[in-house]
């Protein structure tokens, strides 16, 4: 049995990061890429269990210490994250927007698309948290082919999801 | 999500409908589950956090690894490591959930902003600071001058709630004392009923 002391820093506080559309392959690669000790993911999509958990069981795989809840409700995976990925198709995304606007205020979110971005818009919808928009290119097969487009108004939170698309892989344009 | 929030506003400060949205723009909603940190001793208390909904300690963890409880917070509390808070500085205190609780937290940055655009707010935290300094000030006089067991009573008499919802281990370390002579006091006061 560890002691107490050591047993407390076992427990530090760990950044809660939410992936919304998780069990999807780009959702996928994020979790994989952005899993570790020092995180605390909260694997989110609808009626997807069995995908949910098979992700699990391949980051444990990978990352045994990774802690990880699966959830089925984007405003209860939100409201618990202190950072909020959204990975769902890009058609989805303004619905998945007023689901959370209550629950993600002064909150990171980001937004990531496969298709053309949609810029402001979402920044419009989530007026009080710090929203940043990720455009992704190339096949998503190759994670290291892949390039990532960053855009967004917030500082901090574009120092973050550099910092993640850096873990996951990505090559990344930052266009402030 | 801010109904509590509110009605603890409200009884210190009345707030219009259009000072209401505002600030809530500058709170941070945010769900703890049982046991998790809100803040680990060493880091910097980035964010003041009322309770919606859950209870929540602060305590720090002597060189022999015992816990020392400074504070609970439940429904309608404040907690932090106010210095740190203030100061920037490292936390004394460790802060993490007994129960799944629901939090409303602000930075110090949306702090300062809040108060200047809502000057409301600032009163309202001048009265909840104030009350804490008697707080403290008076379990500093209860620490310094009352028996274990006066101290047990007149905690059950002002916060019976806390008396209800907390381990007995917890009580008996914010009352400094052990278990064992906690569990002593409560059988005394039980017979003499």
């Given at each position: 049995m560890l002691p107490l002391h050591n047993k407390q820093k076992e427990m530090a506080y760990k950044n809660t990061i939410a992936i919304i559309g998780a069990s999807y392959t780009l959702g996928t690669i994020i979790a994989i890429g952005i899993s570790n000790v020092d995180n605390r993911l909260l694997l989110m999509d609808e009626g997807r269990l069995p995908q949910l958990v098979k992700l699990r069981n391949e980051i444990f795989a990978l990352k045994s210490a990774t802690e990880i809840e699966l959830l089925h409700c984007c405003k209860g995976a939100s409201w618990e994250a202190d950072i909020i990925i959204v990975a769902v198709d890009s058609t989805k995304q303004i619905d998945i927007a007023a689901k959370i606007k209550e629950v993600s205020t002064c909150k990171v979110v980001i937004f990531f698309t496969s298709s053309a971005n949609n810029g402001n818009e979402m920044q419009k919808l989530l007026p009080h948290s710090k929203v940043i928009n990720v455009s992704i290119s190339g096949s998503i097969k190759n994670v290291a082919s892949m390039h990532a487009i960053v855009n967004g108004k917030d500082l901090q939170a574009l120092q973050i999801t550099i910092e993640m698309i850096k873990k996951i892989g990505f090559n990344y344009q930052n266009k402030i | 999500m801010f109904n509590l929030f509110f009605t603890h506003v409200q009884e210190k400060v009345l707030l219009s409908t259009a000072e209401q949205e505002l600030v809530k723009n500058y709170f941070i909603p945010k769900k703890l589950r049982k046991k998790q940190y809100l803040l680990q001793e060493g880091d910097v208390c980035k964010y003041l956090s009322f309770v919606e909904k859950g209870l929540l300690r602060s305590y720090n963890v002597d060189d022999k690894g015992l816990e020392h409880m400074i504070q609970f917070a439940w429904e309608g509390w404040w907690i932090a490591d106010t210095y740190s808070f203030l100061?920037?500085?490292?936390?004394?205190y460790n802060i993490d959930a007994i129960e799944d609780a629901e939090l409303l937290m602000i930075t110090l940055p949306h702090f300062e902003e809040m108060t200047l655009k809502v000057p409301k707010m600032e009163r309202y935290f001048r009265i909840l600071f104030q009350n804490n300094i008697i707080a403290k000030e008076r379990r500093l006089i209860s620490s310094n001058t009352y028996s274990a067991e006066e101290k047990y009573t007149k905690l059950a008499e002002t916060q019976p709630q806390l008396i209800q919802r907390i381990p007995q281990n917890l009580i008996a370390s914010y009352l400094g004392i052990t278990p064992e002579t906690l569990s002593r006091i409560r059988k005394n006061i039980t017979l003499k009923k």
């Open positions: - | 100061s920037g500085e490292s936390a004394a």
